[in-house]
């Protein structure tokens, strides 16, 4: 969904405006980041927030938030205490989108504060004239019902059907659409939130859930460790609770909840095999909330509770690589955190480099190597497509909106830097740096730089003789993978490519491969690296011997369908309109919009299930995929 430009109307005030402080009606212009470039990226410098912590920083949130599902809006305030960091400061710099901002008061007065014009994505900047007195101010507002990172779902979109659903979605700025904050990942904020619901449902948030609260429609949480605004969640719910381990569980709705425990049943085994070589994890406990099919991710990190699709819920723990890349980030993301969003790949091939460790230590060397082999197919994929400024890891995000930064660069091409650092010095030693690394950085927000400076301190310098600077500035500030990069292996694949090889030579027929023992990473294998263009009476045999177009993995079905897509294989589309009209996570759907678009009939077909799904899919869905249906 494309933001609307709105101008705000808010309180003249003598220290802006040069007149008295009385209630006035006043639209203020101000320097939009995304209209001016310099030529030289300053470090450090969020781009994507109007917000002025390098002056006054705020540091901790009270929140007191009714639900209303009737209007869709999340009404009442937030209480920010701040310091000073420039003790001459006299304002307060909030980000905000789409609020309406009702009063601003402190010491129980109110006080002066402007809200600027919108940005096309940024938002509008909230100045507020900080008090003589004390270091707390109070802001009362009300979001809009089309808040960015508000889903609100009707009884009829849940699996329940009796019960409304609301969940929050804030990376990468998108908390400022439900609070009024300094949305910027180098602000680490601690919280408490009193949550007003329909006496029905549970509320739950990125901090100490208990899971057994009374549902009565009043509830208190508190996160004490500080963190970026992106890891505030709230979701609201017909939920309920089951205990997978000593910390860890899950939260869902009924009809789902012990399919979900028996396929995540692993998660604390990720835990414990995670702490034992990385460190202790520092969040208390682990749990994991599924949320309907319109998520629009896999996963999102948030502390304590981790978001998920129910699009990874296989039957056989195929897809649990996923919760081990959301606990992974209880390490590299939420303990050590992105500055800006330009550092996003320190989050995220950090991420997706433990990943693959986790995966490896709890299901074996196997299942690691053909999931590397996959990651690393999927990065080639974006390699070939993306320009080359958005190839690096460093990547230069201004005048743009950073939700573009996430592709698989900073997941799988970050990951494989790491992972070429780990042959090169020894994974003994590499391990050694990371516990280092984690524990150095333990709850602060870094740059590229920064990172790079520790590491040439504590790697590159006692390991001279096979790492140097000039290779790693080339894995962080060029386009493409270096020459001589690690390339994964899968000997599980060799036999894969036989198959697949045989059956395209007419060696064999499609019902003669010998697939009962192939994993799903096997068949996405195998259908991956398909050709790009097959016959009519290629497909239907494939989907005569292996029903893929009915296949209930998610994964396995959406290279199927962008294959019948590619290749108009008619017998797939009522199944391809299905998929896109219940599922909105954005992988999954958004290469079948893309390809459905490439042709006048596919449009037809996209812009049919578009119109049928947009009301259940979230903003960010919407926002994706709305362009290839115009």
């Known amino acids: 969904m494309t933001t609307k430009l709105i101008v705000s109307t808010l309180i003249c005030c003598s220290f802006l405006m040069g007149c008295s402080p009385s209630v006035k009606n006043e639209q203020t212009e101000q320097a939009k980041p995304s209209e001016t470039l310099a030529n030289e990226i300053q470090v450090g410098k969020d781009y994507h927030s109007f917000a002025n912590p390098d002056e006054v920083k705020v540091t901790h949130l009270l929140l007191d938030l009714n639900v209303d599902f009737e209007q869709k809006i999340l009404s009442g305030s937030v209480e920010l205490d701040y310091k000073k960091i420039d003790l001459s400061a006299k304002t307060l710099v909030l980000d905000t989108r789409d609020l309406t901002i009702l009063n601003v008061t402190a010491n129980g007065k109110d006080i002066p504060y402007v809200l600027s014009s919108q940005d096309s994505f940024l938002g509008a900047a909230l100045t507020i004239e900080l008090p003589l007195e004390g270091n ?18 009707t009884p009829a979109q849940t699996a329940g059907k009796k019960q409304p659903f609301l969940f929050t979605q804030s990376q990468a700025i998108h908390a400022r659409s439900f609070i009024p904050l300094q949305d910027s990942p180098q602000v680490r904020v601690t919280y408490e939130a009193k949550i007003h619901t329909p006496k029905a449902l549970l509320a739950v948030m990125s901090a100490a859930n208990d899971p057994n609260t009374p549902r009565d429609g009043e509830y208190e949480f508190s996160m004490p460790q500080p963190i970026p605004s992106y890891l505030i969640a709230l979701a609201v719910g017909d939920l309920h609770f089951k205990a997978m381990g000593e910390r860890t569980g899950v939260y869902s709705e009924a009809s789902i909840l012990d399919a979900a425990a028996a396929e995540f049943e692993d998660t604390e ?75 996003l790949w320190l989050n995220e091939g950090f991420t997706t480099y433990l990943t693959y460790r986790i995966m490896e230590m709890v299901y074996g060397e196997k299942r690691f190597a053909m999931e590397a082999v996959l990651g690393r197919q999927d990065l080639q994929a974006d390699i070939d497509t993306l320009p080359a400024d958005d190839q690096i890891l460093a990547i230069d995000l201004r005048g743009r909106d950073p939700d573009d930064v996430f592709s698989n660069i900073p997941y799988e091409k970050g990951a494989l830097f790491l992972r070429e650092l780990e042959q090169k010095v020894g994974r003994a030693e590499f391990d050694k740096f990371l516990l280092a690394y984690f524990k150095h950085f333990n709850f602060q927000s870094i740059t590229t730089d920064q990172f790079v400076d520790y590491l040439e301190l504590n790697l590159v310098k006692p390991h001279s003789d096979v790492l140097s600077m000039a290779r790693i500035n080339e894995w962080i500030h060029a386009p493409g993978v270096p020459a001589g990069a690690p390339e994964p292996q899968s000997d599980a694949f060799t036999v894969v490519d036989q198959a697949r090889n045989d059956w395209l030579e007419g060696k064999i027929s499609a019902k003669d491969i010998l697939v009962t ?23 239907t045999e494939l989907d005569a011997a292996f029903s893929l177009t009915q296949s209930h993995n998610n994964e396995i079905a959406h290279s199927w369908l962008l294959m019948g897509v590619k290749n108009w294989y008619e017998p797939a589309f009522p199944r391809l309109h299905d998929y896109l009209v219940s599922i909105g996570r954005n992988k999954l759907v958004k290469p079948l919009y893309k390809a459905l678009s490439e042709t006048p009939e596919g449009k037809k077909m996209a812009q049919k299930a578009f119109a049928e799904a947009k009301d259940a899919y979230h903003p960010l869905t919407v926002k994706a995929n709305e362009g290839f249906v115009e």
């Open 136 to 153: 707390t101010v109070k802001v009362e507002y009300h979001t809009s019902p089309q808040a960015s990172g508000v889903q609100w779902l």
């Open 269 to 343: 085994s990720m835990l414990i095999a995670t702490e034992e070589t990385f460190g202790p994890y520092s969040w208390d406990r682990y749990d994991l909330l599924i949320l309907p099919p319109s998520f629009p991710f896999g996963g999102m990190e948030n502390p304590r509770l981790s978001f998920i699709t129910p699009t990874v819920i296989a039957g056989d723990k195929s897809l649990v690589s996923l919760i081990a890349h959301e606990l992974a980030h209880s390490w590299s993301g939420n303990t050590v955190t992105n500055a800006t969003w330009r550092d």
């Open 517 to 539: 023992e192939w994993a799903t990473h096997q068949w996405l294998y195998f259908l991956n690296n398909m050709p790009e263009k097959l016959t009519q009476e290629q497909l």
